[in-house]
């Protein structure tokens, strides 16, 4: 697929364009947390340049590439090789966004810190996105969602009671923690640049983003002086309404009537209103008893038979779907949050809807440097001064 480059900001952008239509973005991220936020920046609109080193590059599993470079253009790079460093800087001039994730002095080192790239466009918005942070005794130190987690305390509270903190396939940290925080604080920093031509250094620490989100246990800490244990809290399974079921099938079915309203109807479904009036039981003893009761019905009958019986009923219970089955389920399939490709792979749509903009997937992941020469082309670059870099290796 022949790629398009978006033109330059303007101030007469056509009204009802994609939200970030014209905002370029430098990506010099891998793996996931960085790919995942420059996603979503690509997925509203934002030309985005991929650009990785003429080595091993990104090296993440080409089915999750394939999932976080989507809408993003390829080029590959040698920053260590002066040409290569002044290529970066030349597409920086004419750049919005830049987001890299080395570790702290990386970028410095090469010439290509938040200093010497604000010198050449001062309205640059530089996101380092990082483990720990620029700052802090743990600056250097590597890590990974597991890890940040576990300083945030965060892990601790995600599991079973009496048993290790849970490990997770959608890795909390990373993507909220990460991903979702770089976002944020880029397109703050996008905005406030649009209005007074000054970009910022965004400086996200992994750690902080996931800390920053536990107000629930932290809530606890303020009131008790420390967190309730797994199994203990109101949304870690100390109430009966709230908690997860085995049915017949082995499937388990999430009862989540926090509400008295909620429960008072679950009841009248499933047949006993005598328990309308346990909803919050006072003592554990009395917890542990409708708990039993509740799991001895509702291991009575299969999943699918409950999923059938309380659908329409609204009252906060669903069955817990695997992600196949979720990918079927009629709500995401009217929200359009599933793309069929014709290769028989499925992609997660952009999450975000709005007004006068549809999301669509112009273009599949790229693969190593496939968009260098007409990148290099709109950044003014000859023929033959591409060829040149190429036999230096400065490009690929």
Known sequence: MTPTLAPPVTSASPAQAAPLAGVRVLDLTRLLPGPMCTLHLADLGAEVIK?????????AAPAVRE??????????????????????????????????GFRPGVMARLGAGYPALAAINPRLVYCSLTGYGQTGPLRDAAGHDLNYAGLAGVAEQIGQPGQPPALSNVPVADLLGGSMTAV?????ALFDAQRTGLGRHVDIAVADGVLAHAVLPLAVVNTQGRTSPVGQGKLTGALPC?????????????VAALEKKFWDLFCQHIGRPEWQARHQPVSVAGCEQLRAELQAL????????????????????????KLEEALEHPQFQARGMVLQQPEGQRQLACPVRMSGYEFALRQPAPR???????????AGYSAGEIEALRAQGAVA
Do not use: F
């Open 51 to 59: 650009i990785e080193d003429t080595g091993a590059g990104d090296y």
């Open 184 to 188: 944020m604080g880029i397109l703050a």
């Open 298 to 321: 509702i291991g009575s009958q299969p999943l699918a038979w409950w999923a059938e019986h309380l659908a329409g009923v609204d009252c906060c219970v669903t069955p817990i779907l």
């Open 368 to 378: 190593p440097g496939e968009h260098t020469d007409p990148v290099l082309v709109q």
């Open 67 to 100: 999932l976080v470079n989507r809408n993003k253009l390829g080029l590959r790079l040698d920053l260590k090789q002066p040409a290569g460093l002044a290529v970066l800087q030349r597409l920086a001039r004419e750049a919005d966004v830049l987001v890299e």
């Open 242 to 254: 709230y908690a997860v079921y085995t049915a017949a099938c082995g499937g388990h079915l999430a």
